[in-house]
């Protein structure tokens, strides 16, 4: 089921959140439906597919009947379910759904149950509480949306639930930009998803079907059109693990009212002016970063720095502010300011310094579906910045914090498309990703054995993190205390090695400009726990090269690509010495080179020192369907080879 789906769905109101106090029937009220309004009959659901059926509830229709108003839409939904068993009586008897108070206003027309034939009107005497949860409000993220609560008296097994709303929804930007989403096919049965929609004969809709052939009945009727699809009994669709984000689990049918992202640049356009006065004394600083700096490119890492690092972030997504962005005045005022908010005084400050630069609106987890789809404001929930310096294009994320390099090693975030808020010629573009001609983690342990009976074994770890990595731990190193990290770190190896403790704290370098970060770790293991359950003859060495990112998805039936996620290139080294053997590795190798991962282990020996060194690299983003099953033969195979132990009691001069 899509995520619009679910949030049509029931469920109980999850206590352990951020809740306001309830507000009884203070923003839900009951009415008839209109007469635009029609009502279809219950349909019988499919038999072949009761053994899908999840959480004891059988899924009769969900529909949505849409028309235009002259301020935005006023969309009906319907929902009806049967209660098969006594598990859907816990999920079955409650109702709830989410909307946005500052563009939303809410009806309920109906709220019925049925009983061996027998309507029962329950929407006279319905309580609706009406609560604010804050879902994000640890992260800095308040949206301000509602969630509406009412409890079902006397639900029985057998009963079928059935409830109507209607919405009158004025949008705050681009009211008279339309864009709806249906799946006609769940990951669950459903007898009926019906969707109808009402709009002027002279404004032809746009319609891009999605993995579907399913096309609408068109009538026309004076100076409305309308166009209704309907899908019966849909065979569920398997949900999978691990999909690329442009990949669409469910067939899909997209209606939007243009086909220009211009358009949608148009609505906003008016709100990101970048001619706003700055502040005297933020212009002061601009003007010093100009004065020290006459390259450009610097010009837009100081710059960029600036923002990110003195702008904290909190998200107040409320109303006008979940599409306006507040003035860069406003934001330097109160320190703080959300992804809209930072994109403009960032892109208003690269202006003043000579730098080319513009808002770009995108996604954060589903960029990558921006490159197929119908125009609409609602594609997108967040907003970066695109600097041009000649023919250079650099992709600049304001809300990042302590992100190092300079203009030549700037890491670009990995979005996928975006759209630049520019008159007259906006269009969806690519975030090229960097690629990557080097390890972003290279992690070198060296290990130290006793020279003499009872000392103890040393260990150093040297970890050098660079570009998107070395954004990571510098941001980990900021946001966590040392000595919790040293304690992860310490547990980590206390795992493979019992007994180990630490003998120095961690020692951290940050070069910001080249965005390399290292940390040192030094440790000890008596020579009692080296002895302990014979470890020296059983001494394991471990590639910690990411493996266990990658996707280990359930094949079975599987249709959809495995996605890889951001690129990565990763290297492990183990080093032993004051060994009393020559040790080899294995004759044969076990490389795994495939069109979408390498992985190496490469090792040297001298009669007293023994060195092995594991590398990881992706070279694609995603593993196509038909390829899966050898991907995680090789995967397999990666973990076989990742960890090798030998015998370093040894003391013979023959290899081991």
């Known amino acids: 089921m899509t995520s619009s789906a ?146 079902v008296d006397d639900v029985r097994v057998g009963d079928i639930i059935d409830y109507g709303k209607t919405t009158i929804r004025t949008p705050i930007v681009g009211a008279d930009l339309f864009f709806h989403s249906v799946a006609v096919a769940w990951g669950e049965p459903i007898a009926l998803i019906r969707e109808k929609v009402i709009w002027p004969a002279n404004q032809p809709l746009n319609i891009r079907q999605v993995r579907t052939d399913i ?83 610097d010009r837009m890492i100081e710059a960029m720095r600036l923002v990110q690092d003195t702008i904290r972030y909190v998200s107040l997504s409320m109303g006008r502010g979940s599409y306006i962005p507040r003035s860069p005045g406003t934001v330097i005022a109160s320190g703080f300011g959300d992804c809209k908010d930072k994109a403009l005084l960032l892109a208003s400050s690269l202006r003043r310094l000579g730098v080319q630069a513009d808002p770009a609106l995108t996604d954060l987890d589903d960029g990558l579906t921006l490159g197929d789809m119908l125009p609409t404001i609602r594609a997108f929930d967040h907003v970066i910045v695109k600097a041009s310096i000649r023919s250079q294009t650099y992709w600049i994320d304001a809300t990042n914090y302590l992100q190092g390099g300079r203009a030549e090693n700037l890491v670009p975030p990995d979005y996928g498309f975006a759209l630049p808020i520019v008159p007259g010629s906006a269009r969806m573009e690519r975030i090229e990703r960097k690629e990557l001609f080097q390890p972003t983690t290279f992690v070198s342990e060296a290990f130290d054995f006793p020279k003499s009976k009872g000392e103890a074994l040393k260990l150093t770890v040297s970890t050098t993190y660079r570009d998107a990595d070395a954004d990571s731990m510098r ?9 919790k990290l040293a304690d992860d770190y310490l547990q980590y190896y206390n795992r493979q090695y019992p007994g180990m403790s630490s003998v120095a704290p961690l020692s951290t370098r940050d070069d910001r400009d080249g965005n390399v970060v290292t940390t040192v770790e030094a440790y000890e293991l008596p020579a009692d ?35 890889l996620g951001s690129p990565m290139f990763r290297r492990h080294q183990c080093i032993v010495r004051n060994l009393k053997a020559e040790f080899v590795g294995p004759e044969k190798s076990d490389d795994v080179i495939t069109p979408y991962v390498a992985f190496k282990a490469r090792w040297s020996s001298t009669p007293t020192e023994f060195q092995v060194d594991w590398f990881l690299k992706t070279i694609g983003d995603r593993v196509p369907a038909k390829e899966i099953g050898s991907y995680l033969k090789s995967r397999r195979k990666m973990v076989d080879n990742a960890s090798w132990s030998y015998n370093f009691a040894y003391a013979e001069t023959e290899a081991n």
């Open 215 to 297: 096309q609408p009945e068109v009538k026309t009727e004076g100076a409305s059109k309308t166009y209704t699809w309907q899908s019966s009994n849909p065979a569920p669709v398997k949900i999978e693990d691990n999909l690329p984000a442009d990949f669409l689990t469910y067939p899909t049918v997209q209606i939007s009212s243009t086909d220009r992202w211009q358009d949608v640049v148009d609505a906003m356009l008016p709100y990101y002016r970048l001619d706003q006065e700055l502040p005297a004394a933020y212009v002061a600083k601009l003007d010093d970063i100009a004065a020290r700096y006459a390259r450009p490119e």
């Open 475 to 483: 941001y980990r190193l900021a946001s966590q205390s040392a000595t």
């Open 529 to 563: 726990a080296l002895d302990e359950d014979d470890l020296a003859k059983n001494f394991p060495l471990k590639a910690d090269v990411g493996i266990s990112n990658l996707p280990e998805p359930d094949m079975v039936g599987r249709g959809g690509p495995i996605w």
């Open 6 to 151: 679910i949030k049509r769905l029931f469920f109980l109101i999850a206590l352990t959140m951020f809740c306001a106090p309830a507000m009884a029937d203070a923003e839900i009220h009951k009415g008839a439906a209109g007469s635009w309004i029609d009502r279809v009959e219950l349909p019988r659901p499919d038999p072949r597919f009761d053994n899908q059926i999840r959480n004891g509830t059988s899924n009769l229709v969900s529909e949505y009947q849409i028309r235009q108003r002259p301020d935005g839409i006023e969309t009906f939904d319907r929902y009806a379910y049967k209660i098969v068993d006594r598990t859907g009586l816990e999920r079955g008897a409650a109702i709830n759904f989410e909307f946005d108070p500052a563009t939303s206003q809410i009806t309920m027309n109906w709220l019925n149950i049925i009983r061996d034939g027998v309507v029962i009107e329950r929407l006279p005497g319905a309580t609706f509480d009406v609560f604010r949860r804050e879902k994000d409000a640890e992260k800095g993220l308040f949206d301000g949306w509602l969630t509406a609560y009412v409890n």
